[in-house]
């Protein structure tokens, strides 16, 4: 078990605490300690407070750069962070809902209007994105604009987004600072394209009773194939695992955010 302190300071400082869990939610979820938010260093979490210092809402940037941490709103509709073995295990799951696999076309009874709309969308928007390889929000709102005959708001593409990253069908693939003004400064603008994970982390020839999204690294190529487990066991080891660092977490809030 980790003491969980406000040590979050410095870009490399984010880095490990990511990658110490495995999966960190970057706001505050219900299992005390557990959140960028909870774990940044006083004066940190605003960049105002600190003589300039940008804190996370602009570490997240050099993070994401690294290119072997996935991030998006996947636990919970909110936004996380997760090392590509963690993700894998969550992949795992998510994509054996029912209702996540309409992103790819999948029959489903699409009871209420925001599922409706999710079945309709969410294909549109994935198949670009993987057309593309990346695209913005804006560029795809676009895109599932001419595809339907009728205008896409921001809102509504942000849930579309937001829907394929809880399947685990997206990912944010890169973000960019954005320097505005005559002086071109930086004042914590950004922007952010949206992949996929097969895409960011690479594509694994899988084994015969394998899920055909098992992921690897290059770095764990060497270790060979492990064994796949299936869907809900890829939930309770996530589960576990977090566990491990927060034994008293709410089982009912860990099962939603999961």
Not at 42 to 71: C, M, R, S
Not at 151 to 178: A, C, P, Y
Not at 229 to 240: A, C, G, H, N, Y
Request: glycine fraction near 8%; aromatic fraction near 10%; charge should be neutral.
């Amino acid at each position: 078990m980790t003491t969980v302190g406000r040590t979050i300071n410095s870009p490399e400082a984010m880095s490990r605490a990511i990658r110490e869990y495995g999966i960190l939610p970057f706001f505050k979820c219900g299992v005390p300690g557990w959140s960028v938010e909870e774990q940044t260093a006083p004066g940190y979490w605003f960049f105002e407070d600190n003589d300039g210092e940008l804190g996370p809402w602009d570490w997240k940037v050099d993070v994401v750069q690294e290119g072997d941490i996935a991030y998006g709103k996947f636990l919970g509709g909110k936004a996380a962070f997760a090392t590509v073995e963690w993700y894998r295990e969550l992949m795992n799951w998510r994509r054996s809902i029912p209702k996540y696999r309409m992103a790819e076309g999948a029959r489903y009874k699409a009871v209420t209007k925001s599922e409706q709309l999710m079945k309709k969308l969410s294909p549109i928007a994935l198949n670009a994105i993987r057309e593309a390889s990346a695209l913005e929000s804006r560029e795809l709102r676009l895109i599932c604009s001419a595809a339907t005959g009728s205008q896409v708001k921001k809102n509504t593409m942000d849930s579309v987004m937001q829907f394929l990253q809880m399947g685990t069908w997206s990912v944010i693939g890169d973000i960019r600072r954005e320097f505005k003004g005559p002086n071109l400064t930086y004042s914590g603008w950004q922007r952010a394209s949206n992949t996929t994970p097969d895409a960011l982390f690479g594509e694994e020839i899988p084994e015969s009773d394998a899920p055909f999204w098992a992921k690897h690294i290059e770095d764990n190529i060497a270790a060979g194939p492990k064994k796949a487990l299936t869907p809900d066991q890829s939930r309770r080891k996530t589960i576990d695992h977090i566990r491990e660092f927060f034994p008293d977490a709410d089982e009912k809030i860990l099962l939603k955010l999961i």
